[in-house]
């Protein structure tokens, strides 16, 4: 498949169909230009997402604080973009998906330009929530363009496209980050942008046509209000530093009366934000069951590694940003593999094994020590890599492969939602781990056999949530997914 994503990189000259929304004086170039700007839109958040994370030590000592305790800038980002996603489209269909690219545009960089400027953990979570506003307009806006805007024949290949910049983002992002950290400052990697933001602005005034207004449905704000109350509420769960309390307990059970309040609002309602039948889809059900719990270790180790590389093990930004490279690339080539692998074996088998395997390199990794050979490190980061990209390549698939079409739509908006819900989760949970485990409440009595241990217990228990996760995934049918007749294009657009 890899190959195949990277072969449209030369993306061709389409013809315009009959029922083309463009006017024929402009409608070749923005056939051909549009793609591009929405592949670099996409490139600009993925970039920012996977950049921050290397640069916490030096923004921490920037800032005067625990470098293990700033989980809530890169929370607040993810949890923003979960509480703004489910209202994207709907504002695209109302106000024009032109308009609404465009303020998304102008959000992210804005955001970008106060995340630079921000001298405390406070104001950088804050600015990292605008940046989250921008980035939940930004891909599923942009692919409604490419929806709108071309042949139905012509998506699957122009959807390829853009998403490259999903596997590229991330591959480079942390070492981007160690670079521009050690050889300029972390404001850097907020400052570069802005460029990025005001050039993509400028070529969709011209490349991205004005796209018919819908009627749109009357949207569900009260299940709105209850769903991202409920989300933001886990974000202030998420952010506190202490590991038990009685404030924690308080927000935790609102959280949860307030997700079981929606639920039953949602059942007795028919124009809802999450069509809950889709959980009597059983292969539904299960994945984004599984898909929660799984992505807990997915969502810790981007935040994980950097940190322990370079506080426990001693490497620069530069270095610790070079060893998580194999990660990545090792991400990317086990695309290619994961279609005929599912098909051999079957969602259930596949996602046992895999989450057995996974669980093991997280474990492994408090294997690793100042000793570790370097060669050995970058091996056990690739194996991890993989793996780890099965897992969300399957679970992502199975989820959505068994729903009829009319639920299509929903499905994906809530996997999208709980994917970032997820993965703040994981962040949230390896913080709290390296607080309890090392008591980071006395942070001068930390030397490096301290550190060392903190990390490597916070691994074992992380790699001990993963595998028990896999109980989830012996309840898949064995038939999932044998309606479809074409496996990788459906598995490719599930990605």
Known sequence: MIVKVFAVAQLPNFPASKTSIMNKHSQDLQ?????WLI?????????????????????????????????????????????????????????GVKKIFMTAIVIFTFGSLLCSLSGSIITLSASRVLQGIGGAFLIPVGRLAVLRVYPRSQYVKILSFIVLPALIGPLIGPMVGGFLVQYASWHWIFLINIPVGIVCFIAAIYCMPKIKVFETAK???????LFDSAVLLLFAFAARNNFLGISRIIIFYTSAILILAFCLYSIKKKNVLFNLKMFENRSFAIGITGNFFTRLAGGAMPFLAPLFLQT????????????LLPMGIAAIFAKSVVT?????????????????????????????????????????FALFGAANSFQFTAVNALTLIDLPDNMISGGNALLSVVMQVSMAMGVAVAALLLAAVGDLQETKNFHAGNILFTFHSTYIIIGVISFISSIVFFFIQKDAGSKIKDTETAITNYE
């Open 31 to 35: 056939f051909k230009l549009l793609p």
């Open 39 to 95: 592949a670099t839109a996409f490139f600009m958040q993925m970039l920012d997402g996977s950049v921050l994370n290397t640069a916490l030590p030096a923004i921490a000592e920037s800032f005067g604080a625990n470098p293990l305790r700033m989980q809530a800038t890169v929370i607040a980002y993810m949890l923003s973009v979960a509480v703004f996603l489910p209202v994207s489209g709907w504002l695209a269909d109302k106000f």
């Open 219 to 225: 949207f569900d704000w009260l299940g709105f209000v």
């Open 312 to 323: 426990a093990i001693g490497y620069s930004p530069a270095k610790a940003g070079a060893t």
């Open 340 to 380: 005929p692998a599912i098909t051999k074996f079957g969602y259930r088998n596949f996602l046992i094994i895999n989450t057995a395997f996974l669980s093991a390199f997280v474990a492994s990794i408090s294997l690793i020590d100042n000793s570790t050979p370097y060669i050995a490190i970058l091996v056990l």
